[in-house]
């Protein structure tokens, strides 16, 4: 992959997080500045996922621990959990704002 396919790749999946969190009926806020997305909970803690162009790569970071995805067949992976981000991040979410949800890409 080429840097321009890595920044579209991932400019993409930080839109779909933010409106798969608008789309949420639950008080989360979120920022987006610069290849950095950061979600707040009402516990003032926070997921931060942001991209990692040096390594093509995009870093979650959550209340409970740290993740390296790397695009592996059309799909982002944890490098360490082999976990697939939207599976991650809908648990993350879960965990840190105490009700279930499903985060998912809306086509």
Request: proline fraction near 3%; glycine fraction near 6%; hydrophobic fraction near 40%.
């Amino acid at each position: 992959m080429n840097d321009v396919e890595y920044d579209e790749l991932t400019d993409a999946v930080l839109l779909a997080v933010e409106e798969a969190i608008e789309r949420l009926d639950l008080d989360l806020d979120f920022e987006s500045n610069g290849g950095l997305l950061s979600i707040s909970f009402p516990d003032k803690s926070k997921i931060i996922i942001n991209k990692q162009p040096p390594l093509q790569q995009l870093w979650v970071a959550t209340k409970f621990n740290g993740h390296h995805f790397e695009w592996q067949n059309g799909q982002w992976i944890d490098n360490r959990s082999g976990t697939e981000f939207w599976q991650l991040i809908s648990t993350a979410v879960t965990k840190q704002a105490g009700v279930a949800v499903n985060l998912e890409i809306k086509g």
